[in-house]
């Protein structure tokens, strides 16, 4: 089982819980979460009126609620949050959001008790999975819908996935032997108010990201060869004198890919060639940039994995109840909107090495690479389809988080549309994958067309697609790209 502790999950241990992995619950952690609920007990017990504890929501902050009502505020609170509309979350995504926030309230800022958690782990680990609709959030004050939907499970209500259906949270509960918990005082904020959706959807992009850039190097790579492009950009004296770490990082992996030269290199090393176009010579500098930015936002949003999100925030160690604005959504949100952008310019410059595959008039290669043209079309439609996803991800790469509409009546009058912002990211991170798939099929009937072999280290790779794909005759194209895509994903198994 993975373990939870509020300091140090990861996109990597997040994607495998969304996959199916339990976890367990660091016990000194659950000592904290139960050491802060004694804050919140303490000022119900004095009679102080604290926002979240027992005073209504946002425009209702003034209204006070007697402490034989503090139940019945975050049973309410719960059900009128769980607003959502369409689709519902993957159950794959919802673990992930779910097992975010466990991660979230262990770091003991939360003012809820042990219970609420461990039922919440407990339904991880049985499979009992709230169904969670995609859409209602805004991204602050955190994501309340989504968040609100899965806490209804923990309370009996709303509704699980059983077998690909839905069936009533309480009925789900029961199946797998679990009681529901009755909220106290503060538990219903405590579960839904933070940036969970935006922070797991997010992680589970990067991780299937992370690995696309690497596989987009070595695609790049089957690529030059077949259209019998030049080593000399990736000198690492060129990247040298312009230091930035991804574009480095880029041209060592080239190099390292293609070594000194290979049968293509050598049989056109005469050919007084001395540039490439820059979809092959701006590999470094445009996958490079890619690398940077994951870095950059992979690191805001493991940040905000592990981060306190809620509102107000208990503090154990001097007794006070804080409000503030951690559930604000625009970490993670610029996060998303920023790999969104690299994931769209990474595919774009794909669909540039592919044009020039399918082209005569950029390359030596057959059109649309058939040597049948008329009677075959090739791979006229495979570049098509490429165009398509392309120019859709340039649409997913307009940032969501630079738009807001104010909510609770102006109160949240700034907001970051986060969710927005992480669901078309993973559309966009998908697409990629697509369009690498087909850049890997069209390299591969370049290499058989050039009838040389490529360089040393690409052969793992072009083994492995050639043991998916046959040589090009017409045929169904949709089933092609199906094929290479298992073949890329076990080869990223293999190499990761």
């Keep these: 089982m993975i373990r939870l502790d509020g300091r140090s999950l990861t996109a990597p241990l997040l994607a495998r819980i969304a996959a199916g992995e339990g976890v367990s619950l660091d016990e000194g952690a659950l000592a904290l979460v139960a050491e802060n609920r004694v804050v919140v007990d303490r000022i119900v017990a004095e009679g102080r009126t604290v926002y979240g504890i027992n005073t209504g929501f946002g425009q209702f902050a003034t209204v006070v609620i007697p402490p034989d009502q503090l139940q019945q505020l975050q049973l309410n609170l719960v059900r009128s949050h769980a607003a959502g509309v369409g689709e519902p979350l993957p159950v794959d995504q919802t673990r992930a959001l779910m097992a975010a926030r466990i991660n ?26 709230p169904v969670v609709p995609s859409q209602g ?63 797991s959807l997010g992680n589970l ?10 596989l987009a190097d070595e695609i790049a790579g089957l690529s030059l060869e077949a259209l019998r492009g030049t080593r ?45 176009a820059y979809s092959l010579r701006c590999i470094p500098q445009v996958h490079g940039v ?11 949003l ?88 392309v120019s859709e991800m340039k649409g997913l790469a307009h940032p969501a988080c630079v738009d807001t509409i104010p909510t609770s009546a102006g109160k949240e009058d700034h907001v970051s549309m986060g969710p927005i912002a992480a669901r078309k990211l993973l559309r966009a991170v998908d697409a990629l994958e697509q369009v690498l798939a087909i850049e890997a ?19 793992p790779l072009v083994a492995r697609l050639a043991e998916a794909c046959a040589p090009w005759t017409d045929r169904v194209m949709f089933k092609e790209i199906d094929a290479t895509l298992g073949a890329l994903r076990a080869h990223q198994d293999v190499c990761p």
């Design 441 to 459: 099929r069209m390299a591969l009937e370049g290499l058989r067309i050039v009838g040389l072999a490529p360089a040393a280290g690409l052969q």
């Design 302 to 389: 493991e940040r905000e994995l592990n981060s306190a999100t809620d509102n107000p925030m208990i503090f154990t160690d001097t007794q006070e109840s804080r409000s503030g604005g951690n559930f604000h959504g625009q970490y993670p949100a610029f996060a998303c909107d920023v790999l969104a952008i690299a994931a769209a310019d990474l595919a774009s410059i794909s669909e540039r090495r592919q044009e020039r595959l399918v082209n005569p008039a950029y390359s030596d290669l057959p059109a649309f690479l058939t040597q049948n043209g008329g009677l075959e079309s090739g791979f006229m439609m495979a570049h098509v389809t490429s165009a398509a996803l």
């Design 290 to 300: 890619t690398r940077d930015a994951l870095q950059f936002a992979g690191a805001i």
């Design 104 to 129: 979230c309230l262990l770091k003991a800022h939360s003012g809820i008790r042990p219970e609420p958690i461990r039922l919440l782990a407990e339904c991880l680990n049985r499979g009992v999975v």
């Design 232 to 276: 000399a950009a990736f000198d690492p004296r060129i990247h040298a004198a312009r230091p930035h770490p991804g574009q480095i990082a880029v041209a060592e992996r080239m190099r390292e890919i293609l070594g000194a030269s290979s049968e293509i290199s050598e049989s056109h090393k005469d050919c007084h060639r001395v540039q490439d």
């Design 205 to 214: 992009a990067v991780e299937k990201f992370t690995r696309l850039t690497a």
């Design 137 to 199: 959030s805004v991204g602050a004050s955190g994501d309340l819908a989504p968040l609100a939907h899965m806490a209804l499970l923990l309370v009996g209500e709303g509704l699980a996935w059983s077998q690909g259906r839905h069936i009533p949270g309480g009925e789900a509960l029961a199946q797998a032997g679990l009681q529901p918990v009755t909220l106290q005082a503060k538990e219903g904020l405590a579960l839904i108010n933070g940036t969970q959706l935006i922070t």
